[in-house]
């Protein structure tokens, strides 16, 4: 299977390794390894210079991991935040029930309350897949909850199960400090947690996971315009909307969807993140609107973004854009009773909220997938801004001589580029190596660069070679990246 294949890549060359390995692991933890962690960091770093470059008022914060009982009481979580959990009255093992009913009866359940859940399993009589025995269903709340502190003074937590709210909690402070301006943006790249009853899917669902979200605050009597809506008016946007379920994709000019302007210019922005920033296949990519029953009740508007991921078994969601209105702040108005009206120009108001929401892991997952090509050779067709090394220099063979020539290339690119060496196996093996891990280029010091200071310059994708020299070397490469 192309996920397995993906998966002994990423374990043998250090992208992915499973949490706590010598203790067998624990579904749904994963660590990334050396090249895992260059990728995430490339990965991350290109969405921060795409999206915060949108506007001179986007900015990025950190905030903390842990949050207390009131932050969730306030934003819904302790309330809705579950997953429907089929028991099995027999031994008693438990199962997420969506993924039963999707893998054993081929229909959704999104959306489904508890009884109609309870009501499929039974009519399509559902067993218990480990012992036959029957189910029910009843909700599980995902987060994980903690104690903060000893004795009389704990104080119960959570684990956030979203970056976000720690954006909600820093707009007032932020709104003041950045000069009180609309549309203000605050991004949050960080790690949330949520306590899955069943991770699946290898990489694709996990306990605890990266998330990359922009929540962009504006006034609500302007989200029919943008500032810079002429620049996207013409641009098709690949849909799949409610009206298109069972029909093709279609193109659709933002001018001639039927959405507020602000909105608009976010999906331009966000489909141009993967096709043009990422620069990955069109086809491979498309909007799907969610209906009333599948998005949050507080989205008024709200379409995922997705790609078609064949490891995964067809479109797979990577993130969503979901206009929130002001239900995160006035949930945090009403439990704090902090004030987090605002005045901009004598209108006071609770500023509406876009969200930008990106799962960082399942992104990664996705350019892997895209990326993986077994034919004569294996490889690794990255994105050259992911890729974990932008280019790898050799020594023809492991005669000090050019490993000192070598070494001085590398010491002359590694400043500029994710760089690296290798002097060990033969060169073929070498290439190989670097086809595996994505490398876009591979620079060969040979016993001709001794001579006349060139150099064979290798691309992954076509494998085609050609000679340049070494002053050359740098502007060659930048005018490739």
């Known amino acids: 299977m192309k996920s397995e294949e993906i998966m002994d890549i990423c374990m043998r060359r250090g992208f992915l390794f499973p949490s706590a390995e010598i203790y067998r ?236 302007k602000f909105y608009l210019y976010y999906m331009a922005k966000i489909q141009d993140f993967y096709l043009e920033t990422l620069k990955l296949p069109r086809e491979m990519f498309r909007f799907r609107e969610l209906d009333e029953k599948e998005k949050a009740f507080y989205n008024k508007i709200h379409w995922d973004f997705e790609l078609n991921i064949e490891s995964l078994g067809g479109f797979k969601e990577m993130g969503g854009i979901h206009y929130r209105t002001d239900h995160d702040l006035s949930g945090h108005q009403k439990i704090s009773k902090e004030n987090l009206m605002i005045n901009v120009d004598g209108k006071k108001f609770i500023p509406h909220v876009l969200e930008l929401s990106f799962g960082g892991d399942r992104n990664l997952w996705a350019l892997l997938d895209l990326g993986y090509e077994k034919k004569e050779r294996t490889v690794l067709k990255l994105p050259k801004n992911v890729a974990p090394y932008y280019c790898a220099v050799f020594p023809l063979m492991k005669k000090e001589e050019l490993i000192k020539k070598a070494k001085e290339v590398y010491k002359l690119l590694s400043n500029e580029f994710s760089i690296m060496y290798d002097d060990t196996g033969s060169i073929g093996k070498r290439y190989r190596r670097q086809d595996e891990v994505g490398t876009p280029y591979c620079i060969t010091i040979d016993y001709d660069t001794l001579d006349d200071d060139t150099v064979t310059l290798r691309d992954r994708d076509s494998m085609e070679q050609e000679r340049i020299r070494i002053d050359k070397i740098m502007e060659i490469l930048n005018e490739k990246a």
């Open 25 to 260: 692991g624990v579904a749904g933890l994963w660590d990334y390894g050396p090249l895992g962690t260059r990728m995430k960091n490339s990965w991350e770093n290109s969405w921060r210079k795409h999206f915060l470059s949108l506007s001179p008022n986007f900015h990025e914060i950190s905030t903390t991991n842990i949050l207390p009982r009131e932050v969730f009481e306030a934003s819904g979580h302790l309330e809705s935040f579950n997953d429907a959990l089929a028991e099995c009255s027999s031994c008693h093992s438990r199962f997420k029930a969506d993924q039963l009913i999707e893998e054993n009866l081929k229909i959704s359940s999104e959306g489904m309350n508890l009884e109609e859940i309870n009501e499929v399993m039974r009519d399509n009589n559902l067993k218990c897949p480990q012992c036959g025995g029957s189910l029910s269903a009843k909700f599980f709340n995902l987060m994980f909850k903690l104690e903060l502190g000893a004795g009389e003074s704990t104080k119960e937590a959570y684990l956030r199960p979203e970056t976000a709210q720690g954006a909600y909690l820093a707009f007032k402070r932020s709104f003041k400090t950045l000069r009180n301006k609309l549309p203000l943006g605050l991004a949050i790249i960080g790690k949330a947690f949520r306590n899955e009853i069943s991770p699946r899917q290898g990489f694709y669902r996990l306990r605890e996971f990266h998330q990359a979200e922009l929540q962009i605050f504006f006034d609500p009597d302007r989200v029919n315009e943008h500032e810079d809506f002429e620049s996207v008016k013409d641009k098709k946007l690949r849909i799949y909307s409610i009206e298109d379920r069972g029909k093709e994709i279609r193109e659709v000019k933002c001018k001639d969807l039927d959405l507020p």
